[in-house]
């Protein structure tokens, strides 16, 4: 018989938002060996009367948990702690199809080239130092070179090198979040972001979403001047949609009219030249714009760009300053050469031919079922109807060997996510590999869901 883990947890003195604290105790507890892999959590309503918080509080830490990857659970059965195979990121043991990321084909030949190089050149010593304010100036330049692919005319003296797009994200939100204005997020959004929000202690406010993203009628329904709406305006994370022209310029229209900022987290649009203008083309004094190689070239390089407006160019490089001292000098540098050399050029068309390839592979596999894909993206958006429910659906292709994510770890309002999941398509090593993956998915979908014996 499986042991229910009972609690001593005291949430008097822990600081807001409860819900993330008792997340924090439960994962502390899963750490320390406390609650051990397979390990039953306490029902919701048990756990809250017994440390004297809401059922709402628990709810949601048990969401919280979820999203992270530690815990797992299923209607009728309850929640249980994942194991280390479970939990971790590579998904030991299953088929990968959770992880959005680059694929990797050349890159690691590449890798050791350049080092080689770099080890025959010049003195290497400064970038072992802190970087610059803002990131040195070598580093901005190659940012601006990225930008100008994308369409954008920056001066580096202007752009502040990040640690990636989750620094980014985390200064630009902690800043005006702590200012107490008003957060506007996609009702589904990357969960990275979710995670920002949780750990700032901040409330954002869902907005809606459809096939083509972000509606700006909903928008409007929420806008007030210094209102900060967040954005991924092509190849959205998880739904694919990608914002036409005429919606992007009416967001901007949208935000001149009511004094708000827009942030375009960007990180896709390399890898589709046929994307629409950003956003930061058509509203540059509004715009914060972010950029990142990580998810082009590929996923350890934790390498991006910020760009604001100049009102707000300072607060923003203090916070990400504040936050990390400032990006790998290394990382920065290795990037710089392969935006010198043409290597960042090859990959990125390597990888949008090993992109279009695999959505060819989900889109013959998965042929008849409700799924959106795009020739450049990771992913595909799987939509479901009845009988079958995404939780039970991502817990039944595990017991495939198939790991999948359901749409509520996207959701702003999980209760409110849709019945879908996100099937990633780069993670598996190989196209075979994804093929058999994707093959069980459609297999046991149309099985249909076990049902369970009543007693």
């Known amino acids: 018989m499986m042991t229910i883990w009972r609690p001593d947890i005291d949430l008097t003195a822990a600081p807001a938002p409860r819900y993330a604290a008792l997340a924090d105790a439960i994962a502390e507890a899963i750490d320390q060996g406390e609650l051990g892999p397979g390990a039953q959590l306490p029902p919701q309503r048990r756990l809250a009367w017994r440390i004297g918080v809401s059922v709402g509080t628990v709810t949601r830490a048990y ?51 350049t080092l080689a ?18 990131g040195a100036a070598r580093h901005r330049a190659a940012g601006a070179r990225w930008l100008a692919r994308r369409g954008l005319t920056a001066d580096a003296a202007d752009l502040v090198v990040t640690a990636g797009v989750q620094q980014a994200l ?38 809606r979403i459809d096939d083509e993203g972000v509606d700006p009628a909903a928008v409007a329904r929420v806008a007030e001047p210094g209102a900060v709406l967040t954005v991924v305006p092509g190849l959205h994370n998880p739904t694919n949609g990608v914002l036409s022209t005429a919606r992007r310029r009416a967001l901007a229209d949208l935000a001149r009219r009511h004094d708000m900022i827009l942030v375009e987290d960007d990180v896709y649009g390399i890898l589709d030249p046929g994307l629409p203008p950003p956003l930061a083309s058509l509203a540059p004094e509004r715009t914060v714009y972010i950029a990142s190689v990580s998810k082009s070239l590929a996923i350890g390089f934790r390498i991006g760009w910020l760009l604001a407006p100049a009102a707000l160019r300072a607060p923003l490089a203090a916070a990400v300053h504040a936050d990390l001292v400032g990006a790998p000098g290394l990382m920065a540098e290795l990037v710089a050469r392969w935006l010198d050399d043409g290597t960042a050029d090859r990959l990125i068309a390597w990888q949008r031919t090993e992109a279009a390839a695999r959505q060819a592979i989900a889109a013959e596999v998965l042929a008849g079922l409700d799924v959106r894909g795009h020739a450049a993206s990771f992913h595909v958006y799987l939509r479901l109807g009845p009988p079958w429910r995404a939780r039970d659906l991502v817990q039944a292709v595990r017991e495939e060997g198939v790991d999948i994510v359901a749409a509520e770890a996207f959701a702003l309002d999980p209760a409110a996510a849709p019945e879908a999941v996100r099937l990633s398509l780069s993670a598996v090593p190989d196209r075979p590999s994804l093929r058999r993956a994707l093959t069980l998915v459609r297999d046991r979908l149309a099985a249909g869901p076990r049902r369970r014996a009543i007693i």
């Open 170 to 207: 985390a200064a630009v939100l902690g800043t005006f979040g702590r200012a107490g204005r008003r957060l506007l997020i996609e009702e589904l959004t990357y969960f990275g972001l979710i995670e920002i929000l949780t750990e700032l202690g901040l409330e954002a406010i869902p907005v």
């Open 117 to 134: 190089e770099l080890g025959r050149g010049a003195d290497l010593a400064p970038l072992l130092g802190y970087p610059p304010a803002g």
């Open 63 to 113: 969401d919280l948990l979820r999203r992270r990857g530690r815990v797992e659970g299923t209607v009728g059965r309850g929640t249980f702690v994942r194991g280390p195979a479970e939990a971790s990121a590579s998904s030991d043991g299953l088929l990968n199809l959770a992880q959005n990321l680059p694929s990797l084909g050349p890159h690691g030949s590449a890798l050791g080239a």
